[in-house]
């Protein structure tokens, strides 16, 4: 037993927990213990300091030098103690990862010695080298050279020996080169739009926050069997593997206990999770075995977006301290479930949320009701950008794929809900102006029972599903930065909430009160949403043509999906909210686009080596075993006697050949079509041809590799199977 996958297997079943010790406080002591929250400003800063710090970040002002050096000492000193020699800028490139690059504290003393330093420039502003990073033309364009810029309103932190900046990073025309720049305009688009509607219903509305509580799914697996994996290494899925012979079907992992090596890997990231200040909260197994999720209190979007990335780079960390890695890929594994990141998306003002029901009084479910329609509008109308917002290589897997929910942007409301949309849409005015209530009418809108908060969650199949308090947005990929799908989401709403205190404010200048003129812009819009609201089994194949027939976007490609993003009224939408330029839009496409064609490249090239340099091998020693056995059966029996003793064996090696054959022309063809991909010059044709001509090719050469794994003697085999992959002892 000697091939890698056997000692893969022994490898893995041989691994002991390892222990971790947790820290003698209780969490909430060392809750944010590694970060320069509010705690610490007011402990590290001068009063005066404090108090301005606090007001930029409260009211989104940038800081004078001045006070960002008075900042930087009080960090340095913290820093220091905690034993931190290194700083960097941290930032969001257009990767999906994020990025860092370090610069120890110290300075020359000018006497031949060395001084710890931290200024407020190195706080504030860097220029990291950044050609590197992809800018899909803008730098080339416009400038050359990037910067990233402090965000105060995202807390500093710190890993190991270095002090963590968040930050924007930007051309120096000022283009977004990240995710958190438009993001945290997406969120100001929002607070605008939001609390002038608002306004309408409570003057003293100041402000509205969007906030997001995401729900991180992942897979873990034996880093033995991952090391032997190329497929999972270079390309962070199976690109082949055989159905366990038991997988999910009995619905044993789901909630299940947790296996202890898993159990002290949760340990130990919470810990490391709560001391850098994210707020985790649930923690369980998942429907796939080896699937587990994690999910933290929802905080402010800008911020939860940072403990998100910060998260997904701490699991692989933390994985692989105790033999595992981590799989935040999409679909890992063909025939189970895949792994997406729910989004619970919500807005509070500073009295209270505004995507709550029931109100106490009509109007507040007047309020109720014009957030939840409004926030269908954007939704309805930029379903094809959303669906944008989520598309990538790997996220097509899990969506519109085999065993997946199709790539459709829907909305569920639940019963009462809907109710409550139909009484509105159907009643008329003049049954809503009977005498009574506050302004002299009587609001006809029913009470809604607290109940749908329990109620609303059943529609598991829905992209995005109201529940309760909030809308989950639950196409987004496990892998995927949440910022891509919440600055589409964010903007969809602001523009629709525009558009709906304009519309309201044009009634009351013709004279209609205020209530009526709200009533029937919502009357209006409510109408307007219904196809955006599906409340059926989004899995079954009769909803693709209804949808189709709803006017929603259907598209299926990667390549073509991202086209949503030129398209005028979302180019519009985002100049309008002052989000993101034409030119910004472009640049962030061609980057989409060349992303997905690299990684299809990567995924094809790592199947071609497999095929030539395992699969096709090791089918070939087998078969050869088998035409032994065949010739040594006919040189000892009469013909007859073998030909009936060797018809088993001559079948098995036809079905090898036919395999064998199959997959050998399937990957010249693939790399044929690779080298006349290669060749179209604009990289949204090379990206359509790579999913049109080379992805086709992923799937049928895997069912032939996955038949013969079958076929072959277990002990040849050279990979780890599914059914090793998919169970942690
Ligand atoms: P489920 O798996 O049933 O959807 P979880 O408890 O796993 O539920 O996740 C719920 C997520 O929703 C958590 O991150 C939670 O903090 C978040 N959440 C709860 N209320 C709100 C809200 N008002 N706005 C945003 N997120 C919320
Ligand atoms: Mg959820």
């Known amino acids: 037993m000697t091939s890698l996958r056997f000692k893969a297997v022994v490898a893995a079943s041989r691994k002991t927990p390892v222990e971790v010790k947790a820290p003698k406080e209780r969490p909430s ?174 003057q003293s509305v100041k402000r509205v926050t969007v906030n997001l509580g995401w729900e991180q799914e992942y897979f873990l697996v034996d880093e033995a069997f991952y090391h032997a994996r190329p497929d999972l290494m270079l390309t962070g899925r199976t690109l082949m593997g055989h159905d366990s012979a038991k997988n999910q079907q009995m619905d044993d992992h789901y909630f299940g206990a947790i296996p202890e090596r898993v159990a002290e890997f949760m340990k130990d990231l919470e810990i490391q999770a709560l001391e850098l200040g994210i707020p985790c909260k649930t923690r369980h197994n998942e429907v796939a075995p080896n699937q587990f999720e994690l999910a933290p209190i929802f905080e402010e979007c800008n911020l939860a977006v940072d403990h998100n990335m910060l998260i997904m780079s701490l699991m692989r960390k933390v994985a692989k301290k105790h033999g595992f890695r981590t799989l935040l890929h999409e679909k890992p594994f063909a025939g189970v479930n895949g792994s997406g990141k729910h989004n619970n998306w919500s807005l509070s003002t500073n009295s209270g949320t505004l995507l709550h029901s029931p109100g106490k009084t009509p109007e507040e479910n007047l309020r109720f009701a014009v957030f939840i329609v409004e926030t269908l509008k954007g939704v309805h109308r930029h379903n094809g950008l959303l669906k944008a917002s989520i598309a990538s290589a790997s996220n097509a897997y899990r969506l519109g794929a085999n065993e997946a929910p199709p790539a459709i942007i829907s909305a569920f409301l639940g019963k009462q809900l809907g109710e409550l949309l139909d009484k509105i849409e159907h009643s008329t005015t003049e049954e809503l102006f009977t005498i009574e209530g506050k302004h002299g009418m009587k609001l006809d809108i029913p009470q809604i029972p607290e109940l749908m ?71 209006e819009d409510i109408k307007t949403i219904r196809p955006i609201i599906f409340e059926g089994n989004g899995y079954c194949d009769s909803w693709k043509a209804e949808a189709k027939a709803r006017g929603l976007d259907c598209e299926e490609s990667v390549p073509l999906m991202i086209d949503a993003y030129l398209r005028e009224e979302s180019v519009q939408m985002f100049e309008s909210m002052n989000v993101m330029k034409r030119a910004e839009l472009e640049a962030r496409n061609e980057i989409k686009w060349e992303t997905y064609q690299k990684r299809v490249q990567i995924e094809s090239r790592v199947l071609g080596d497999l095929c030539m340099n395992h699969i096709i091998p090791v089918a070939n020693k087998y078969q050869t075993e088998l035409v032994d056995n065949v010739l040594k059966i006919q040189k000892t029996f009469s013909e007859e006697d073998a030909r009936r003793l060797t018809l088993y064996n001559v079948d098995l090696i036809e079905k090898i050949n036919k395999h064998t054959t199959f997959i050998a022309q399937a990957t010249d063809e693939m790399v044929e079509a690779r080298k006349r991909a290669n060749t179209i010059p604009g990289i949204r044709e090379k990206a359509i041809a790579y999913h049109d001509e080379i992805a086709p090719y992923l799937e049928s050469i895997r069912r032939h590799i996955d038949k013969l794994e079958l076929i072959v003697e277990d002990e040849m085999w050279t990979l780890p199977k599914y059914r090793e992959l998919l169970f942690i002892r």
């Not at 989950?472 to 989401?489: D, M, Q, T, W, Y």
Request: glycine share 6%; net charge negative; charged share 25%.
């Open 29 to 202: 002591e060392y809750f944010a213990k590694y970060v320069f929250n509010q705690e610490k400003m007011f402990r590290y800063l001068p009063r005066e300091t404090y108090r301005q710090l606090r007001q930029a970040i409260e009211e989104s002002m940038p800081l004078s030098l001045e006070v960002a050096n008075e900042v930087a000492t009080g960090m340095k000193k913290w820093a220091m103690e905690m034993g931190v020699t290194h700083c960097t800028h941290w930032f969001q490139p257009l990767t999906e990862g994020t990025a860092e690059k370090h610069d120890a504290f110290v300075e020359h003393d000018f006497k031949g010695g060395m001084i710890e330093d931290f200024t407020g420039k190195q706080l504030t502003q860097q220029e990291p080298d950044a050609s590197s990073f992809p800018s899909g033309g803008i730098r080339s364009t416009f400038e050359a050279r990037g910067y990233s810029a402090w965000d105060p309103a995202s807390p500093v932190f710190i890993i190991g020996d270095t002090l963590m900046i968040p930050t924007v990073f930007i051309s120096y025309t000022g283009e977004a080169l990240d995710y958190k720049a438009p993001l945290k305009k997406s969120i100001a688009a929002v607070d605008k739009a939001a609390t002038s509607v608002a306004q309408l219903f409570d």
């Open 453 to 523: 908060i329990d109620n609303t969650d059943r529609n598991r199949t829905s992209p995005f599903a109201f529940v309760g308090n909030r809308f989950e947005f639950r196409a987004v990929g496990s892998s995927a930065n949440c910022a891509s799908a919440l600055i589409a989401l964010n903007t969809a709403v602001a523009e629709a909430l525009t558009n709906f205190r304009q519309r309201v404010d044009d009634f009351i200048a013709k004279g209609k009160s205020q209530t009526a003129a709200i009533l029937d812009v919502l009357r």
